[in-house]
């Protein structure tokens, strides 16, 4: 079984802090690894998506993914009470099969 | 209109009711996802279309019938539904397959 593995949190930050969100996953085949941001009654929104090994930067977002280690993480640099959410991993495997953590939720305190 | 589009927004239906659930991407992407999220657990896959043809169907209920018939629209046919079934029917559509998603608004649909 294929699993996608993220502590659910909450995980509380001031505003201003660093968030840093973990996801750990099984399959060592997985090739694409994906965070989305979904807000409480809405659907997911991407946010960032990294193939290699490696950080990836977008704003105030920073992604890394370790393939040896089995994780991917995301970095949020002045965490902002709007960025509370629930943070979801997701990786694909096998070209099609998305599989999704059960997210983490985050609350930046102001 | 922009990105993907679901309709309703919310359904109520009984367990003999028939309805269908419409999504539409307006990105020029090739594949489509229909996705179930019920309170506390991951989002589960249901099914997967590329290029209009199935690829995916992930042992879901024969209740439950997708159908694409081009690679712009994507509809989940329900028929018989059972309480359980009550969720956030969420589609998704990508470039490609592996890709990465962008997710339409959702249907909240109540089965009483």
């Known amino acids: 079984q294929k699993e996608v593995e993220q502590n659910s949190g909450p995980l509380s930050v001031p505003e201003g802090a660093i968030a840093s969100l973990n996801c750990t996953y099984s399959d060592r085949g997985s090739q694409s690894f994906f965070w989305y941001r979904q807000y409480s009654g809405k659907s997911p929104e991407l946010i960032m998506f990294i193939y290699s090994n490696g950080d990836k930067e977008d704003g105030r977002f920073t992604a890394q993914l370790n393939k040896a280690s089995q994780y991917v993480s995301l970095l949020i640099r002045d965490s902002q009470p709007s960025d509370s959410a629930t943070y979801l991993c997701?990786?694909?495997?096998?070209?099609?099969?998305?599989?999704f953590g059960a997210g983490t939720r985050l609350f930046v305190k102001a | 209109e922009t990105g993907v589009t679901q309709t309703p927004r919310h359904l109520v239906m009984g367990m003999t009711n028939k309805k269908s659930l419409k999504c539409e991407q307006h990105?020029?992407?090739?594949?489509m996802y229909w996705y179930k999220q019920s309170a506390k657990k991951p989002l589960e896959l249901m099914f997967v279309y590329s290029l209009e043809e199935r690829v995916e169907n992930n042992s879901v209920p024969s209740r439950f019938s997708p159908e694409c018939p081009n690679s712009s629209h994507l509809f989940l046919h329900l028929h018989t539904l059972q309480p359980e079934d009550s969720a956030l029917y969420l589609c998704?559509?990508?470039?490609?397959?592996?890709?990465?998603?962008?997710f339409g608004p959702g249907t909240r649909l109540t089965v009483t």
């Open positions: 997701a990786e694909t495997t096998g070209g099609f099969k998305t599989i």
């Open positions: 990105l020029g992407h090739n594949a």
């Open positions: 998704a559509s990508s470039q490609d397959i592996g890709r990465e998603q962008y």
